[in-house]
C-alpha cells in the first residue's frame, strides 16, 4: 500500500468553510491502485447533510462574504498563491495520481506541470478581460451612459470525472474563483487525493473561508449538489448519459450549467499523408491515461485502397506500446483505472468481433502481467460505422479503422455519430486540412496530430455537451450579464 496519509493530511474529513471538517457519518470509500489492485487509500463519503453543509458554506461566502466584492485584482493574487503552492507540491500531485488511477509517471507530469499555469493565465485575465463594456443604447430616449457589466453567476457546483481530476478541476475552479463565484467542489470515487489536495492548498494560502469546498461523494449522493437551489450553476465533466441527467435536473430549476461530455472522435486521414507517419502520431497519444480520455482519437477513417497498408502500420505501432507498472518511466500504458472499467472495454472488444471486425493486434490481457487492470492496445480493422465499437464510447486503448470511398464519404463517416468532440485531418496541405475541418462537427480540429488546447477553449458539438472550458470562452459561463442604462455620466473610479 502506497503511503497515502503521508501526502494526504485528512483523507477521513472534508474540507468546508475553509477548514477541515468531520463527516456526518462514517461511510468510507476505498480507492484500489489499479497497478496492484491493492488498498492504496479510504477517504470519507459524504451524505446529503455533508453536501447541505458545503452549499451553505458556499452560500454563506458568496452572499456575506468578502470573495465577490473583491476586485478582480485581489482574487488574481489568491489564484497566483494558488498556483504557487500547487507547483511547490506537484510530485505529491503526480503520486496520488498514478496510484489511483494507473497514469503512467510520464504522463501524470507531463499533464500537471501545466497545472499551476491554470491559475496563472486567469489571474493575467483579471486585468485583460473586459469586464465593464460601454454601449450606446439605441433604444431608450434620454440615455446618457448604457453599459454592459459582467457579475458572478454565483454559487458553482463543480463535478469532476475520474480520469484527469487535478487538470479539469483547474480550468473549473480557477475562472470561477477569478469571476467572483464560490465553489462545491465535488470529487469522484474513484480519485479524490488530488481534489482533497486542493483544499490543502486552500487552507495554506488563506483563501477566505467558503470560497473553495471539497467532499468526495458517489453518484447518488452527488445528484443532491446539482438539485440543492443553493447551487447557481453545474460545471460537470463526464459522461453523456450523466450529462443529459445533470441537463434535465437543472432544467427544472433553470440551473445553469456547462457539460463536457463524452466522445468517439475521428481522425480522417487523407490521401497525400503517409500511413506509418500517422500511425506513428497517433500510437503516441492512444496509450495516455490507457485510452481513457473522452477526446482520444478512436475512429481512424481512410480510403478503402489505403486500408490494409494503414491497418498493417497501425498494429507494428501499437505492438511496440510497453504495457506495465506506471511507476516505471519506461512504461508506455499503465492499467485501465478499475476492474468495472476492464470489463467494459472487454465486453466491446467482444462485441466487435461478434460484429465481425476483425483485431489486427491486442484484444487480450497482457501475459506477463498476473495482477492489475491491464488489457493490450488493441486496433480492429474493416470496421463499419454502423458497428457498436464505432457507435459508442468505450474509454480504453481501443481504436478502429473504417475504410471509405473518398476524401467526401471518409467526413461523411467522421460526422456520422452522436458525438463532436476532437477530430483530426492528416494531409501535407494546411489549406486542404483547414477546409475539412471547417466540414467536421466537432470543437476541436487538429493537424496530423492529437491536438487539444483548453487555453483557446475546449468543448464539443452535439451530444458531446454545451459550452466551452478554458480560455476566455471557459471564463463566460461563470458571469451573468448585466445591461445598465443611466440618465447621467457615472464616476467609475
Known amino acids: 500500500m502506497t503511503d497515502a496519509p503521508g501526502i494526504l493530511e485528512r483523507p477521513d474529513q472534508f474540507f468546508i468553510g475553509g477548514d477541515w471538517v468531520a463527516p456526518s457519518s462514517g461511510a468510507k470509500i476505498d480507492v484500489i491502485n489499479p497497478a496492484t489492485e491493492e488498498l492504496f487509500i479510504s477517504v470519507a463519503e459524504a451524505q446529503a447533510a455533508d453536501i447541505d453543509r458545503a452549499v451553505a458554506a458556499a452560500r454563506l461566502a458568496f452572499d456575506k462574504g468578502p470573495w465577490p466584492r473583491l476586485s478582480h485584482a485581489e482574487r488574481a493574487k489568491y489564484l497566483l498563491a494558488f498556483g504557487a503552492e500547487l507547483q511547490r507540491r506537484l510530485a505529491e500531485f503526480s503520486q ?23 491559475f496563472e493565465y486567469y489571474a493575467g485575465l483579471a486585468e485583460k478581460f473586459q469586464w465593464v463594456e460601454r454601449h450606446e443604447a439605441l433604444h431608450s430616449p434620454g440615455a446618457v451612459a448604457s453599459f454592459l457589466v459582467r457579475e458572478p453567476v ?8 475520474w480520469n484527469g481530476a487535478p487538470f479539469l478541476a483547474a480550468w473549473k475552479i480557477a475562472p ?20 482533497l489536495l486542493f483544499g490543502e492548498i486552500a487552507k495554506a494560502i488563506g483563501l477566505p473561508a467558503g470560497v473553495l469546498n471539497v467532499v468526495t461523494a458517489d453518484r447518488e449522493v452527488s445528484e443532491l449538489l446539482v438539485r440543492n437551489p443553493g447551487i447557481d450553476k453545474i460545471t460537470f465533466t ?14 427544472e430549476r433553470i440551473a ?3 457539460l463536457e461530455l463524452g466522445g468517439k472522435s475521428a481522425a480522417v486521414i487523407l490521401d497525400d499523408y503517409d500511413v506509418e507517419e500517422a500511425a506513428a502520431h497517433i500510437a503516441t497519444y492512444a496509450p495516455v491515461l490507457s485510452g481513457q480520455v473522452c477526446s482520444s482519437l478512436t475512429r481512424l477513417v481512410i480510403s478503402k485502397h489505403r486500408h490494409d497498408a494503414f491497418a498493417e502500420a497501425m498494429a507494428a505501432a501499437f505492438k511496440a506500446i510497453s504495457v506495465g507498472d506506471p511507476s516505471d518511466t519506461a512504461i508506455g500504458m499503465g492499467p485501465l483505472a478499475m476492474a468495472r472499467q476492464r470489463d467494459r472495454v472487454e465486453g466491446y472488444i467482444a462485441k466487435g468481433r461478434e460484429e465481425g471486425a476483425k483485431i489486427a493486434t ?8 498476473n495482477r492489475g487492470y491491464f488489457i493490450e492496445p ?22 478502429s479503422i473504417i475504410p471509405a470511398d473518398n476524401e467526401a464519404h471518409a467526413v461523411e463517416i467522421a460526422n456520422d455519430t452522436l458525438f463532436g468532440l476532437n477530430s483530426s485531418v492528416f494531409t501535407n496541405d494546411p489549406t ?26 475546449f468543448g464539443g458539438f452535439k451530444q458531446s455537451g454545451i459550452g466551452r472550458e478554458g480560455g476566455t470562452e471557459g471564463l463566460l459561463p461563470f458571469l451573468e450579464t448585466k445591461t445598465i442604462i443611466l440618465e447621467g455620466e457615472p464616476n467609475l473610479g
Not at 362 to 369: D, N, V
Not at 448 to 453: P, S
Request: net charge positive; hydrophobic share 45%.
Open 362 to 369: 491486442g484484444g487480450g490481457r497482457p501475459a506477463h502481467l
Open 176 to 195: 470561477a474563483m477569478l469571476a467572483g463565484c464560490t465553489v462545491v467542489l465535488k470529487a469522484s470515487p474513484e480519485s479524490p487525493g488530488a481534489l
Open 96 to 118: 496520488v495520481w498514478t496510484s489511483e488511477i494507473g497514469a503512467t509517471r510520464g504522463v501524470a507530469d507531463g499533464f500537471l506541470a501545466g497545472v499551476p499555469w491554470v
Open 256 to 258: 445553469r450549467c456547462t
Open 432 to 457: 486542404r486540412a483547414y477546409h475539412v475541418a471547417r466540414q467536421l462537427q466537432a470543437g476541436t480540429v487538429g493537424h496530423n496530430w492529437f491536438r487539444t488546447d483548453f487555453s483557446i477553449a
Open 378 to 399: 488493441t486496433v480492429f480493422t474493416n470496421v463499419d460505422n454502423s458497428m457498436t465499437i464505432a457507435r459508442e464510447e468505450i474509454f480504453g486503448p481501443v481504436v
Open 238 to 251: 463526464g459522461s453523456s448519459a450523466a450529462g443529459k441527467k445533470i441537463a434535465s435536473i437543472c432544467g
Open 154 to 161: 454565483g454559487v458553482v457546483g463543480a463535478i469532476v470525472p
